[in-house]
């Protein structure tokens, strides 16, 4: 029953606002040589201490999940940096005047939008092998983001980010 509620509540919280992600990689790198990771030590997220501790340990859950090992001597190293943006809303009405008589007529009319705009955070990791400082492999999410939710969503908000995010990795051999 636990698992089933669970489940029901993963479900609720990703059809909320749907998540969006991209992927890029190099097809020539072997991945199976990656079992271990770091963060960069410089990062800078763009977010706040929370936002980004609550993020880092979602990951490093979701990586230890994966079978990767956190280490001062990583195979790859992670970046991530997000950007905040507001979207126009999606609907508007539309409102007109005119009129006329006889062969002269004319109008105006203009789009008055419904609702608020909505804000979006774009997440993009970045995987450089530890080595050679090469980027190997990059996600990069967008989704909705409620700058006034509770500590307790927004830990659920980043989970089902980085479920979505970490589908496709390591990639498929083609």
Known sequence: MKRL???FLFLTIVSCAPIYVNYDYDKAIDFSKYKTYQYFGDMDTGMNELDTKRLLDA???KLAANGFLI???PDFLIDIKTTEFRNAPQESVGVGVGGGGG???GGISIGLPIGQSKMTRQIVFD???A???KLFWQAKSESGYNPRAEPAKREER???ILEKVFKKFPPEKQ
């Open 127 to 129: 995987f450089v092998d």
């Open 71 to 73: 280490s001062e001597t």
């Open 5 to 7: 509620l669970g489940a």
């Open 59 to 61: 990951m490093d859950k």
């Open 158 to 160: 980043f989970a089902a």
């Open 103 to 105: 062969n002269v007529g």
């Open 131 to 133: 080595e050679n400082k």
